[in-house]
Structures are given as structure tokens and as C-alpha cells.
């Protein structure tokens, strides 16, 4: 078997993804999504996580506003895609916890 180079290497290792998080509408705005998010990253961090991406619809600015606030930093747009019968566009956001540049980032 013929190795491939770790930029080949999907996911690359320390980069973990977070597939979904949604908080109850009573709870928003009361600290419990960031109180969440911080204990997953300090988790992920503790396991050898050094960057976490995730996906927002861009339909979604509350979302967006959110992980933005959080220090995450958009790296692409994807789409349109259709799910249930509706045309989506998401924007994919990435957080290095390490301090370094995001690889596809206009940051």
C-alpha cells in the first residue's frame, strides 16, 4: 500500500468536527451554548484536538453570529445544496486552538 501525504489525510489529524449543537429557544442567551461549546473544546483539546470545524446554513444568521462570536472564522462557502426539497448554502467555520492560521482561510 502506497502512503499518501497527511494533507491527504481526511480528516487530518487534530482537526475534529462538530456535526451538530442546537439549545433549547428558552435557554438561548444565557450562557449555556458557550458553556457547552467550552467544555467540548476542552475535551477535544485534553485528546489532541488542535482545530474544530463546523457547518452553518447561511440562512442561519443567529447561528453564524454565534460561532463568530466564539472566534471561529469562515473558511468556505459551499452549496447550493438541496435537502428536503430546499436549495442550502452553508457556510464552514473553523476555530484552531493552538493560535495558528486556518489552511483555507482569508484570515
Not at 451538530?20 to 476542552?42: H, K, L, N, P
Not at 435537502?83 to 495558528?100: D, P, T, V, W
Amino acid at each position: 500500500m502506497q502512503s499518501r501525504p497527511s494533507s491527504a489525510i481526511y480528516p487530518r489529524d487534530g482537526t475534529w468536527y462538530l456535526g451538530f449543537m442546537i439549545v433549547d429557544a428558552a435557554q438561548r442567551g444565557r450562557g449555556v451554548g458557550r458553556s457547552i461549546y467550552s467544555t467540548v473544546e476542552s475535551w477535544a483539546a485534553a485528546r489532541g484536538a488542535t482545530e474544530i470545524r463546523l457547518a452553518v446554513l447561511e440562512a442561519n444568521e443567529a447561528a453564524e453570529r454565534f460561532w463568530r462570536s466564539l472566534g471561529f472564522i469562515e473558511y468556505r462557502r459551499v452549496g447550493p445544496d438541496t435537502f428536503k426539497m430546499r436549495s442550502h448554502r452553508r457556510i464552514e467555520l473553523s476555530r484552531r486552538l493552538s493560535g495558528a492560521t486556518v489552511e483555507g482561510s482569508n484570515k
